[in-house]
């Protein structure tokens, strides 16, 4: 969705820099680099840094499960989340069953949207030695298949039991490290086979193809189009993806082979976006996403993938079973910038 152009970037530059307010001092938890769920965040806080609006204290190489949950408590200003894991909350189950479904409810309540993002799109890939024939055969494989617990843990084996059949520690041995650690145990070639949100390039697929060449496979178009996986493409923190599979081959580079049954690539993403605390500063939120919405086009020069990942979609993702709802200052912050936000998106 392109945006009515309604406030220029060098109008909201020149009304920040003009040090009228007080710089706040926030903390932040985030991914590690390499991925929209980093950039984003790394990107607000240095906007916010140069041009007054707050000094924020960014945390990298988090576990974004814990993250969602400190801003819930109110232990930290800004985390990083993947849909899934508030609607998970609210519920109480999953990575927060410990929590229960009132504790669970009560904290997710408190979580309130600021700005969008993709974190990525689901994939198998493995080492060409490996010889992986597919998706058909990860029976008895090992598979890494995300950190140790979260919202990618949980897509990436609930993908693998829609399209396999399997279950981790049953049909196969999934195999977990924090996101930091990801490269090293791909190249290790302790995995037979990967699972995991990836871009197109990313910097993760490029350096694991310092080791060998490499294939990805779509997903199959039968499980595509089952009940079970169109059930789950729609559920909060999931979104359908298709490409031609020869862009998508084309964007990873060379030392890749990109394996489809008709052409198309076929997947879902994660989707999701940074969060805040309900009660955190209107004022601030607005001039903190104004200043980020002003300066979208700088964030998305930074990453090849800058113009794939929807930092510019503030509808990624919202209203239906989706728990989380913008800020109304930082819903402003938006419509002021002549983007649309449906009303069910907006919390009152």
């Known amino acids: 969705m392109k945006p009515k152009k309604l406030m220029t970037v060098a109008a909201v530059a020149s009304i920040f820099a003009t040090g009228a307010f007080a710089q706040a001092n926030l903390t932040a938890e985030t991914a590690s680099p ?3 769920t980093h950039l984003s965040p790394a990107h607000m806080t240095e906007i916010a840094g140069t041009q007054g609006i707050a000094n924020i204290q960014l ?3 988090q576990t974004l499960t814990n993250s969602i949950q400190n801003v819930a408590e109110g232990k930290t200003d800004i985390a990083g989340t993947p849909h899934i894991l508030p609607f998970l909350m609210s519920r109480g189950v999953g990575p927060y069953g410990s929590l229960g479904a009132e504790k669970g409810a009560e904290l997710a309540s ?6 969008p993002f993709t974190l990525g ?7 060409d030695a490996k010889g992986i024939g597919g998706w058909d055969d990860l029976e008895g494989r090992k598979i890494y298949n995300g950190p140790p617990r979260g919202g990618a843990l949980t897509n990436a084996r609930s993908m693998i039991q829609i399209i396999a059949g399997l279950k981790d520690g049953e049909g196969y041995e999934g195999l977990q490290t924090n996101w930091g650690q990801g490269a090293a145990l791909v190249t290790s070639g302790e995995p037979d086979a990967v699972v995991l949100p990836e871009l197109f390039p990313g910097s993760r697929m490029t350096s694991v193809t310092a080791a060998g060449n490499m294939t990805a496979w779509s997903m199959p178009k039968e499980a595509y189009e089952s009940d079970a996986m169109q059930k789950y493409m729609v559920a909060p923190g999931s979104a359908p993806f298709t490409a ?3 862009d998508i081959e084309a964007a990873l580079g060379d030392g890749w082979t990109v394996v489809s049954e008709d052409e198309t690539f076929r997947a879902f993403a994660t989707i999701g976006g940074n969060v805040v605390h309900k009660d955190m500063d209107g004022d601030l939120v607005y001039k903190l996403v104004s200043a980020y919405v002003a300066t979208l086009d700088d964030l998305k020069a930074k990453a090849p993938y800058g113009d794939t ?3 510019d979609n503030p509808m990624l993702g919202m209203c239906g079973a989706n728990p989380v709802q913008y800020h109304p200052a930082a819903a402003r912050a938006w419509r002021d910038a002549g983007y649309e936000l449906d009303d069910c998106a907006v919390a009152q």
């Open 110 to 115: 408190n979580l309130r949207a600021i700005n």
């Open 121 to 127: 799109v689901f994939l198998l890939y493995a080492y």
């Open 309 to 311: 990942v929807n930092f």
């Open 34 to 36: 390499g991925g929209a």
């Open 244 to 246: 031609v599979a020869a």
């Open 59 to 61: 945390a990298e190489g």
